[in-house]
RNA sequence: GCGCCCGUAGCUCAGUUGGAUAGAGUGUCUGACUACGAAUCAGAAGGUCGUGAGUUCGAAUCUCGCCGGGCGCACCA
């Protein structure tokens, strides 16, 4: 149960009836009634809830908005209901002050969740995908894949927590020209151990990981390959040093606490057939046609600036081609009714024509929605570090799990919404001291468990919830934080429906604020035993909320630090 | 040139879809541990919300112009 909706609803009802019969009575002259808006204010001055529900029908009524708003006051009824008073304020505003019992049946609430509390059903358990990550298989993953990942999974968890059946997907660009390119450059690399003269080709994969795959190969199979066709060792390589990196990349994920349900190969989509069904798709429908050798896709009818390629003129399939093919799989194949993906900003183009090609499949393009993460910019020494794959010399994610931990990189990536550029201080994150904010949060859940473990140790009994009377919780620092934890289900409700999980990590960090207060303002255990009982039932509520926040970001929350 | 993203305190960023006196963290300064963890808390200082207009009861938020930064605009992926 979510005690925010629970009292908005009832604000809604007692603010509509109230409307009606002003309606009725004559006092207000008005059509129709607009959705009420209820928010929590930021002031605590502003009461628990208010609308400005006044100031929205002043202008149909023709009154100034406070006469409006006194008329709804003054015939308002909430007799057996959370509300308290109703006052109002500033230009027009009707401030809610609530009984306390809500905060204190929100605290019990989340006594008998637990690990539930939170999660809400506004999915209704329909399937969306999110397609996250994706990094070629051609190398080791950088900053940009890593904050990804952090964003995905952290979508991902809030979606499930939101209701929704989220598988997380992989796509694999294990085909096309990149990883013919990828088999030059191990052809080469592997012909240079033998002293031989080759050399790796314009536009190829120029790191050193090449070199390592390539001097693992030699110690196997020896030279064993030295005669073999150019083409058919190529393909040896390819396969080799393909399986090698998507191992890599698939363990380095698992450390950071990301797992996929769906590792999805470009190449299975060439090896079903279904590239060159959906081309056959699109020609049927009329949505292509050939020019100097090409088959176009027709975008433009779709409303982006030109048409793209779907086969180049020497009969290979371009990635877009692919795409369509995939997003066919996606919505027709395994009929997800959303489809949510994240690339990088330097995928932003890729965007209008992927939605065009999607209404060309027959699907609504509101359906897939793509994120579009900006770049991760690195700072070291306050010096931007460029991060080129085809270089090598890049800072991995096995680096900086490695360097910072797995808990302070996730908070860090989950700290800025996708659309922000991120500049990561490298010796910043590094550090490990109290200006990260991940120990700030992390903190407070291990006071609390401190807390709770002495309980234990002095041998103190506490009761079940029921037991427990909870209207003694009284101070302001009380009241705020019980306010704050009774959020968190609409905090998920939000997140969810803004697709933006940063959130939840503001919020988990408000949350360890007002504790960090009520722990300086409030003892738990004090003489009077009714209290402490409790306050031990705020913090348990409080841990909980810290835990199951923590738990969709993946970061732990350690009982001692 | 065209398109997308961004511009809020010295720095890094929030700002509940147009609301009340624009908020945190960090940095600077001043205080609080002989009771549950000082990785904490309390207080002070810090603002032309890039800029100019427009929309209205009301704009950091919406519209348009301009300035600055990032990224795209391939028969690459």
């Not at 995908?129 to 999974?153: K, Q």
């Not at 997003?327 to 489809?339: A, E, L, M, Q, S």
């Not at 989950?414 to 922000?420: E, G, M, V």
């Not at 998920?492 to 940063?502: D, F, G, S, W």
Request: with cysteine; net charge negative; proline share 3%.
């Amino acid at each position: 149960m979510n005690m925010v909706q629970k009292i908005t609803e009832q604000i809604r009802e007692i603010v509509g009836e109230s409307v009606k019969g002003c309606i009725d009575k004559g006092i207000l002259n008005i059509e129709d009634i607009p959705e009420i808006q209820v928010e929590i204010p930021r002031e605590r001055e502003h009461g628990d809830f208010s609308t400005n529900i006044a100031m929205v029908l002043a202008k149909q009524a023709k009154k100034n908005p406070v006469a409006v708003a006194r008329d709804i006051v003054e015939n308002a009824d909430y007799e057996g209901t959370y509300v308290d008073s109703m006052e109002i304020a500033g230009p027009g505003f009707i401030n809610f002050r609530l009984n306390n019992l809500w905060l204190y049946k929100t605290v019990e609430i989340i006594h008998n969740e637990k690990e539930d509390y939170g999660r809400v059903n506004i999915g209704q358990g329909k399937k969306v995908m999110v397609e996250f990550v994706s990094a070629n298989p051609t190398g080791p993953m950088h900053m940009g894949n890593a904050r990804g990942a952090a964003l995905g999974d952290s979508l991902a968890a809030v979606l499930d927590a939101a209701g929704y059946d989220v598988p997380r997907e992989f796509y694999i660009n294990d085909a096309g020209n990149q990883v013919e390119k990828f088999g030059k450059s191990l052809e080469a690399r592997y012909l240079q151990l033998f002293g031989l003269d080759a050399e790796v080709p314009e536009g190829g994969y120029q790191g050193e990981d090449l070199v390592d795959l390539m001097k693992e190969l030699k110690e196997r199979d020896g030279d064993k390959y030295l005669d073999m066709d150019s083409e058919e060792r190529q393909q040896v390589f390819i396969r080799y040093a393909l399986k090698k990196n998507l191992d890599k990349i698939k363990t380095d994920l698992a450390d950071f606490g990301v797992n996929f349900d769906v590792w999805f190969s470009e190449q299975s989509l060439y090896d079903s057939g279904e590239i060159s069904d959906t081309i056959e798709y699109l020609k049927e429908k009329g949505y292509t046609y050939e020019q100097e050798g090409a088959i176009w896709f027709k975008a433009s009818e779709f409303g982006v600036e030109k048409d793209e390629v779907l086969i180049r003129s020497n009969g290979i399939p371009t990635y877009f081609a692919g795409d369509i093919a995939y997003h066919r799989n996606k919505f027709i194949t395994r009929g997800y009714d959303w489809v949510i993906n994240i690339w990088g900003a330097d995928h932003h183009g890729h965007v209008p024509r992927m939605k065009g090609a999607v209404e060309a499949l027959g699907v609504n393009p509101d359906r897939l929605d793509v994120i579009i993460m900006q770049l991760v910019r690195l700072l070291r020494e306050g010096e931007v570090v460029r991060m080129s794959k085809r270089r090598g010399k890049a800072i991995t994610l096995s680096d900086l799990i490695e360097e910072v931990g797995r808990d302070a990189a996730r908070f860090f990536f989950n700290l800025r919404a996708a659309d922000t550029h991120l500049d990561f201080d490298l010796d910043l994150a590094v550090e490990k001291s109290s200006e990260n904010p991940v120990f700030y949060v992390q903190y407070a859940h291990a006071r609390i468990c401190s807390i709770l473990n002495q309980i234990v140790q002095e041998g103190i009994q506490v009761p079940a919830i029921d037991g427990i009377n909870l209207t003694l919780l009284k101070e302001n620092a009380e009241i705020d934080l019980m306010r704050k934890l009774a959020e968190l289900p609409e905090e998920i409700t939000r997140a969810a429906m803004t697709i933006e999980p940063t959130r939840i990590t503001r919020y988990v960090q408000e949350v360890a604020a007002l504790f960090h207060v009520f722990y300086n303002t409030c003892r738990v255990m004090v003489e009077d035993e009714r209290l402490m009982m409790a306050r031990i039932a705020l913090i348990e509520a409080t841990r909980i909320v810290i835990a199951n926040v923590l738990g969709l970001l993946s970061i732990s929350a350690p009982e001692r630090m």
